[in-house]
């Protein structure tokens, strides 16, 4: 199985199974809650799935977890780090990989595997302060991977239709955890390495550290 944890928007777990089916999916939808949740909802889907740590009763066998997929954003500084970092201590607890994801890719391919009208399209999210963060895909690639065509950006909410200049836009409020496994899967199989460890902040932390002291004078 692989599990896949996003918390760009809301906070997504999922499991699925080596072909890319759902064995079992939880979120919450309040963009600032990540911290509080995110440990129920992991045990949750869990459980659910019968992995085999948790439910000592079930043998070991197609239920053992082979990779953890990490949704990188985009996304706020402190609700997404949370989820990378959930993400990571999983897979180090069970000494397992790492996938990192971009988190538009799960909803791009929440797309084209529901909709009939797949032209070029953009993943729209809330930024917060008014901006929202863009990525424009088009279809899938031979690996079944959407493909981007421009790069994530941040612009100014109400400069956004002007920005896509006649590209369908599609916004997104929730991302589902079980299609960026699916992508995490493809990518895995195809050997393939979507993005790095570094996660895709929209902007710096508002807090910093404090600089050195200024000399006072005598």
């Given at each position: 199985?692989?599990?896949?944890?996003?918390?760009?928007?809301?906070?997504?777990?999922?499991?699925?199974?080596?072909?890319?089916?759902?064995?079992?999916?939880?979120?919450?939808?309040?963009?600032?809650?990540?911290?509080?949740?995110?440990?129920?909802?992991?045990?949750?889907?869990?459980?659910?799935?019968?992995?085999?740590?948790?439910?000592?009763?079930?043998?070991?066998?197609?239920?053992?977890?082979?990779?953890?997929?990490?949704?990188?954003?985009?996304?706020?500084?402190?609700?997404?780090?949370?989820?990378?970092?959930?993400?990571?201590?999983?897979?180090?607890?069970?000494?397992?990989?790492?996938?990192?994801?971009?988190?538009?890719?799960?909803?791009?391919?929440?797309?084209?595997?529901?909709?009939?009208?797949?032209?070029?399209?953009?993943?729209?999210?809330?930024?917060?302060?008014?901006?929202?963060?863009?990525?424009?895909?088009?279809?899938?690639?031979?690996?079944?991977?959407?493909?981007?065509?421009?790069?994530?950006?941040?612009?100014?909410?109400?400069?956004?239709?002007?920005?896509?200049?006649g590209i369908r836009r599609?916004?997104?409020?929730?991302?589902?955890?079980?299609?960026?496994?699916?992508v995490g899967a493809r990518?895995?199989?195809?050997?393939?390495?979507?993005?790095?460890?570094?996660?895709?902040?929209?902007?710096?932390?508002?807090?910093?550290?404090?600089?050195?002291?200024?000399?006072?004078?005598?």
């Amino acid at each position: 199985m692989i599990l896949a944890v996003d918390t760009s928007l809301g906070t997504a777990v999922a499991l699925i199974d080596a072909d890319g089916a759902r064995r079992a999916e939880a979120g919450a939808v309040d963009p600032l809650g990540h911290a509080e949740v995110i440990g129920d909802l992991l045990v949750g889907v869990l459980c659910e799935a019968g992995d085999a740590r948790v439910d000592v009763l079930r043998e070991a066998d197609d239920t053992d977890i082979t990779h953890v997929v990490a949704g990188m954003g985009p996304g706020p500084f402190t609700g997404l780090r949370i989820g990378i970092a959930a993400a990571r201590a999983f897979a180090l607890g069970r000494g397992l990989p790492v996938i990192p994801v971009p988190s538009h890719f799960a909803a791009a391919l929440t797309v084209l595997e529901t909709e009939t009208e797949t032209e070029t399209f953009a993943i729209v999210t809330d930024a917060r302060r008014r901006e929202v963060a863009i990525t424009v895909f088009d279809g899938l690639d031979d690996d079944g991977i959407p493909v981007v065509v421009a790069d994530t950006v941040l612009v100014r909410a109400a400069d956004a239709d002007a920005h896509l200049d006649g590209i369908r836009r599609i916004d997104v409020s929730t991302l589902s955890a079980t299609d960026l496994a699916r992508v995490g899967a493809r990518a895995l199989a195809a050997e393939r390495v979507l993005t790095g460890d570094e996660p895709l902040y929209m902007r710096h932390p508002d807090v910093t550290l404090p600089g050195a002291p200024k000399k006072v004078g005598t």
